[in-house]
């Protein structure tokens, strides 16, 4: 006699078997509708390979395995695709999922197929192959895909292979008379995957001794092939892989572990049924037995049911009394759940359809307080603590609820059949692992939206190093190039004229492309070119981005005010994004501020300080005549200042408007609004005094403008001589004090430059510093030079 283990804790409920053992299996024939799910099992579900309007015929694929813990699915007979949407599948929240839905046309014509003759072959990876392709999982559980548990790895050898005929959930008789009629193909099917598998040590299936007519079946079909039928004594749960493990070979799996951790592979018998013909004959999983038992139905017994059946087509083959029934349920009265509409479909994990009346199972009576009794301690066949587990799921304290291995709980629902106190002790088991599993999708996500944060601001930090590495070696090179310059030998003024003349004569012959130029400075730009932006490019870029900050602040006011009168719980984000603004806007002012002092000196710079005023003019006359001189032109000038005018007299009249519309309202920010107003005004007043000035300059200068020569070339070559003439007249001393009083005003300035550089911490002080040492050593030796002479 073999050894049998015991578990701990179970129970003895009342088993309700043999209403459904009285006839044999039934085939349930054709529904006129067929409703498949896409995920039947455990693992990510298939992904449909058929268009709706398509005709498939029976065992047609018709969805596809997405991964390797996936299944494919089956037509489990012909038909025409009417859909694929979501239906409500079986589940116990009652949730829908993607199906894919059959209108079937009776003739049941299959597709072409064929099984192996022999088996024995082909190789484990063949025969796993074809196990999957027939979209097999099993049947006794979960679910589980059977080709994943098949996939053994070499360096894990297995010793036992364990079929699972326990079946020991109340009412549930599918695998029963399973056993009593098709006994061979269990065994045939036990032989394939002992063939895949390869036990070293043993083959058992496992049957409790409530179920005779099984056992001797099983026993005379197993007769000299050395696999072992054990019979134990009928214990609920002892129908779990893990406590059936237990029972037949005393191993324990660990928490969190698989049977193959202690070389052990467990299948269901109706599995391996699957497999046989899946093997043998080339037959998806495309049907299975299912048991619709309970007092509400008139004729309870087994059927064979096509996969996709509707429900409400089992209960009105069975005599279905509605108004007798106080809840169905999908799989036993332990572990089953309630469902909440009879159109769910039939899934690969269906075993049992329980339609009980009122006085077969009698709704629970209400919860009262837990007394401490250790009940559900004793009865729980995985040795848990359930009445902690129970604190800490009406506490949420989810970390201690992993500790106590909550996730070890195989829903059985023992310790709820055994509390005085009518706990719902799995529900809350139930709930709490939901929950647990959501708040580690949440930290998954979480954690990646922290990586892709972390990857852009590595990314900004690094952009912005090469940005400040640019800047750094523009001005390196600005320092470079200005100290060549200084040191660079003078060159003759009749050469510098000459050069002048000639790039004159150039740009006349050669009509100039402004827009040509300007993609030709962009594409120097992006390619790393040495050309920098101009200081007239960058007088614009500053004037056109305190334009646009200046509105974007109008209209976050605008949104401010309208947020505070509205009392909207905006109104802090609305204040932050105007804080922001003025500080955005402050920044480019202050910048455009800096720019145009920096411009200024060079700006109004008189002629007679340059070092070489012959060259000084020409450069200026050309630069009058191609339009590209750094000041903004009189005519751009006007039209700028007329619409800063326009678009400040339209704020300061929107300003107004708010203003009277807060103090109708008594606002509580009429104060802020009138300060806008005051403000406004005065910009308005500013500008219309800018404007003003202009065009009266622009009248005092039209006679000079009118006076001028149509050629200011010319002109500036006429004054270059003029000014040469004037030189060559001059004494030698005379020429040295012109130098050196030129270089002391440009010291001078110089000065004040670096002073202000310092005083606002700017980057070119450095560079300012050395121009002005060089300016005093060519002062220095202007004045020795006087001395001497």
């Given at each position: 006699m073999r050894k049998i283990w015991d578990i701990h804790g179970g129970i003895h409920p009342a088993e309700n078997k043999h209403q459904s053992l009285l006839k044999p299996i039934e085939n349930a024939g054709i529904p006129a509708q067929l409703i498949l799910p896409l995920a039947q099992h455990i693992g990510a579900p298939a992904s449909p390979i058929v268009n709706v309007g398509d005709r498939v015929l029976k065992g047609q694929?018709?969805?596809?395995?997405?991964?390797?813990?996936?299944?494919?699915?089956?037509?489990?007979?012909?038909?025409?695709?009417?859909?694929?949407?979501?239906?409500?599948?079986?589940?116990?929240?009652?949730?829908?999922?993607?199906?894919?839905?059959?209108?079937?046309?009776?003739?049941?014509?299959?597709?072409?197929?064929?099984?192996?003759?022999?088996?024995?072959?082909?190789?484990?990876?063949?025969?796993?192959?074809?196990?999957?392709?027939?979209?097999?999982?099993?049947?006794?559980?979960?679910?589980?895909?059977?080709?994943?548990?098949?996939?053994?790895?070499?360096?894990?050898?297995?010793?036992?292979?364990i079929l699972n005929g326990t079946e020991c959930e109340p009412y549930i008789t599918a695998d029963d008379i399973l056993m009593r009629e098709r006994a061979a193909e269990i065994i045939a099917g036990a032989e394939i995957l002992r063939h895949i598998i390869k036990p070293n040590k043993e083959t058992l299936i496992g049957v409790e001794d409530n179920k005779p007519e099984g056992i001797a079946a099983l026993k005379k079909a197993a007769e000299g092939t050395g696999i072992e039928i054990v019979v134990f004594p009928t214990k609920y749960p002892s129908g779990g892989e893990k406590q059936l493990i237990q029972i037949l070979t005393g191993k324990e799996v660990p928490s969190g572990g698989l049977p193959s951790d202690v070389g052990i592979v467990c299948q269901n018998i109706g599995t391996a049924t699957a497999i046989y013909r899946a093997i043998q004959f080339g037959e998806p999983l495309i049907s299975r037995i299912t048991t619709v038992t309970g007092e509400a139905c008139g004729q309870a017994q087994n059927y064979e049911v096509l996969l996709g059946t509707p429900v409400q087509y089992l209960l009105d083959k069975s005599g279905f009394d509605k108004e007798n029934c106080i809840r169905l349920i999908m799989g036993g009265p332990m572990m089953g759940y309630t469902l909440q509409d009879t159109a769910v479909p039939v899934v690969k994990t269906s075993n049992c359809?329980?339609?009980?009346?009122?006085?077969?199972?009698?709704?629970?009576?209400?919860?009262?307080?837990?007394?401490?009794?250790?009940?559900?301690?004793?009865?729980?066949?995985?040795?848990?603590?359930?009445?902690?587990?129970y604190w800490f799921s009406r506490a949420q304290e989810h970390e201690k609820l992993e500790?106590?291995?909550?996730?070890?709980?195989?829903?059985?629902?023992?310790c709820s059949y055994v509390c005085p106190s009518n706990i719902p002790l799995v529900q809350y088991y139930r709930a709490s692992k939901a929950e647990i599993r959501q708040a580690q999708q949440d930290k998954i996500k979480a954690e990646r939206s922290k990586e892709r944060f972390e990857a852009r601001t590595a990314r900004l930090e690094q952009e912005e190093a090469e940005k400040e590495a640019k800047r750094a070696a523009r001005m390196a090179a600005a320092k470079a190039k200005a100290a060549a310059a200084a040191d660079a030998p003078e060159a003759s003024k009749a050469d510098i004229i000459q050069a002048a003349l000639e790039r004159s004569k150039a740009k006349k012959a050669e009509p100039a492309d402004?827009?040509?130029?300007?993609?030709?400075?962009?594409?120097?730009?992006?390619?790393?070119?040495?050309?920098?932006?101009?200081?007239?490019?960058?007088?614009?870029?500053?004037?056109?981005?305190?334009?646009?900050?200046?509105?974007?602040?109008?209209?976050?006011?605008?949104?401010?005010?309208?947020?505070?009168?509205?009392?909207?719980?905006?109104?802090?984000?609305?204040?932050?994004?105007?804080?922001?603004?003025?500080?955005?806007?402050?920044?480019?002012?202050?910048?455009?501020?800096?720019?145009?002092?920096?411009?200024?000196?060079?700006?109004?710079?008189?002629?007679?300080?340059?070092?070489?005023?012959?060259?000084?003019?020409?450069?200026?006359?050309?630069?009058?005549?191609?339009?590209?001189?750094?000041?903004?032109?009189?005519?751009?000038?006007?039209?700028?200042?007329?619409?800063?005018?326009?678009?400040?007299?339209?704020?300061?009249?929107?300003?107004?408007?708010?203003?009277?519309?807060?103090?109708?309202?008594?606002?509580?920010?009429?104060?802020?609004?009138?300060?806008?107003?005051?403000?406004?005004?005065?910009?308005?007043?500013?500008?219309?005094?800018?404007?003003?000035?202009?065009q009266a300059t622009l009248g005092a200068n039209a006679?000079?403008?009118?006076?001028?020569?149509?050629?200011?070339?010319?002109?500036?070559?006429?004054?270059?001589?003029?000014?040469?003439?004037?030189?060559?007249?001059?004494?030698?001393?005379?020429?040295?004090?012109?130098?050196?009083?030129?270089?002391?005003?440009?010291?001078?300035?110089?000065?004040?430059?670096?002073?202000?550089?310092?005083?606002?911490?700017?980057?070119?002080?450095?560079?300012?510093?050395?121009?002005?040492?060089?300016?005093?050593?060519?002062?220095?030796?202007?004045?020795?030079?006087?001395?001497?002479t």
């Open positions: 694929m018709i969805a596809e395995a997405k991964g390797f813990v996936s299944a494919p699915v089956h037509a489990p007979t012909s038909g025409t695709i009417a859909a694929i949407e979501s239906r409500v599948i079986p589940h116990p929240s009652g949730m829908s999922a993607s199906c894919i839905v059959i209108d079937t046309d009776g003739k049941d014509e299959w597709i072409e197929h064929h099984g192996v003759e022999d088996y024995s072959t082909l190789s484990k990876l063949d025969l796993v192959d074809r196990i999957r392709q027939a979209g097999i999982a099993g049947m006794g559980g979960a679910g589980f895909p059977a080709a994943v548990k098949l996939s053994t790895r070499d360096d894990k050898p297995i010793e036992t292979l359809i329980l339609a009980p009346t009122v006085a077969e199972l009698p709704p629970p009576p209400p919860a009262q307080a837990c007394i401490r009794c250790g009940m559900c301690a004793e009865a729980c066949p995985v040795s848990l603590l359930p009445q902690q587990m500790n106590h291995q909550l996730f070890d709980c195989i829903e059985c629902g023992a402004p827009a040509q130029a300007a993609i030709a400075r962009a594409q120097a730009k992006r390619d790393g070119g040495a050309e920098e932006e101009s200081p007239q490019e960058k007088t614009e870029r500053l004037q056109k981005l305190l334009a646009s900050a200046e509105k974007r602040l109008v209209a976050a006011k605008e949104k401010l005010a309208l947020a505070q009168e509205q009392q909207s719980d905006n109104a802090d984000a609305f204040a932050t994004a105007v804080s922001k603004t003025e500080e955005k806007l402050a920044a480019i002012q202050k910048e455009l501020s800096e720019h145009q002092a920096n411009l200024a000196p060079t700006k109004t710079e008189p002629a007679g300080e340059s070092a070489d005023p012959a060259q000084a003019a020409i450069a200026r006359a050309l630069a009058k005549r191609a339009g590209a001189g750094t000041d903004e032109s009189a005519e751009d000038k006007t039209t700028r200042l007329q619409n800063v005018v326009a678009t400040t007299e339209k704020r300061l009249a929107a300003a107004q408007q708010k203003l009277a519309l807060a103090q109708e309202q008594n606002d509580a920010n009429v104060g802020a609004f009138a300060t806008g107003v005051e403000k406004t005004q005065a910009k308005l007043d500013a500008a219309k005094k800018e404007l003003a000035d202009h006679a000079a403008e009118q006076a001028a020569s149509d050629d200011p070339v010319q002109a500036a070559i006429e004054r270059a001589k003029a000014a040469r003439e004037a030189q060559a007249n001059m004494s030698e001393a005379d020429k040295i004090k012109q130098t050196i009083e030129s270089l002391e005003n440009r010291i001078a300035k110089s000065k004040e430059k670096l002073e202000a550089a310092r005083a606002a911490g700017d980057d070119k002080a450095e560079i300012l510093a050395d121009s002005l040492a060089k300016l005093e050593d060519k002062l220095a030796a202007a004045q020795q030079q006087l001395s001497q």
